[in-house]
């Protein structure tokens, strides 16, 4: 492979991994009043150079109407929001943040059972 060919690949590679649509996760803690749960992602942070780290505990992840009652230790599948969250309302709405596909607008979809 040549040398521009290799760094099309890694350049290619490193924005796929920046975005982020959907994960398995590790319910830490769940707040059934606020139907919110704390999370752990299970897949990790992988770098340039190929190393990986765990991900940041999520907190507050909103958790679907049909989505039961959560214990620690569940695992649920995520998604993550195409645009911020924090402005969430009942009507159309400009989320006013330049993140996109962030990890810290996780919403439980749903649990997996292993």
């Given amino acids: 492979m040549s040398k521009h060919a290799k760094f099309f690949d890694n350049f290619s590679r490193s924005i796929r991994l920046g975005i982020h649509t959907s ?12 139907k919110e749960a ?10 340039k150079d190929g190393s990986t780290e765990q991900y940041p505990l999520i907190e507050g992840a909103p958790v679907l109407k ?19 969250l924090d402005n969430l309302q009942k009507k159309p709405f400009d989320p006013d943040a330049s993140r996109m596909h962030d990890v810290r607008d996780a919403v439980i979809l749903g649990v997996i059972e292993l």
């Fill in 66 to 84: 049909h989505v039961g009652a959560l214990a620690k230790d569940d695992i649920v599948f995520v998604a993550f929001s195409e645009r911020a």
């Fill in 38 to 47: 704390d999370i752990e992602l299970l897949f990790m942070t992988v770098y």
């Fill in 23 to 34: 994960a398995p996760a590790r319910v830490i803690k769940y707040d059934a009043a606020n």
